[in-house]
């Protein structure tokens, strides 16, 4: 079941990845799992969270790889520009 996404809860959400994230310098040799990824979020946006990282997948903002224990995000190098703007 997908869960519903307002946009002010997009905007937040995605920001707050993007933060973390960039904080813990995941461009690629570091990433996070799905579970990591949940963490530090309010327990009503867990569900939410990869909904909205999955949408910054298909923007290319965010990459997502298969590993043995799941799927792991990190920023892409590629639209740093883009990620500065957000973050800030």
Do not use: H
């Not at 990845?17 to 530090?40: A, N, P, V």
């Not at 999955?54 to 903002?61: E, F, S, W, Y």
């Not at 190098?77 to 500065?84: C, L, T, Y």
């Amino acid at each position: 079941m997908t869960k519903k996404v307002t946009k002010s809860e997009y905007i937040q959400i995605s920001k707050s990845l993007i933060i973390k994230l960039y904080k813990l310098g995941c461009w690629g040799k570091g990433s996070l799992y799905e579970d990591e990824l949940k963490d530090g979020f309010p327990s009503d946006d867990k569900g939410k969270v990869l909904v909205v990282a999955d949408a910054l997948v298909k923007q290319k903002i965010l990459c997502k790889k298969a590993k043995k224990y799941g799927f792991k995000y990190y920023l892409n190098q590629e639209r740093r520009d883009k990620i500065d703007e957000i973050r800030n």
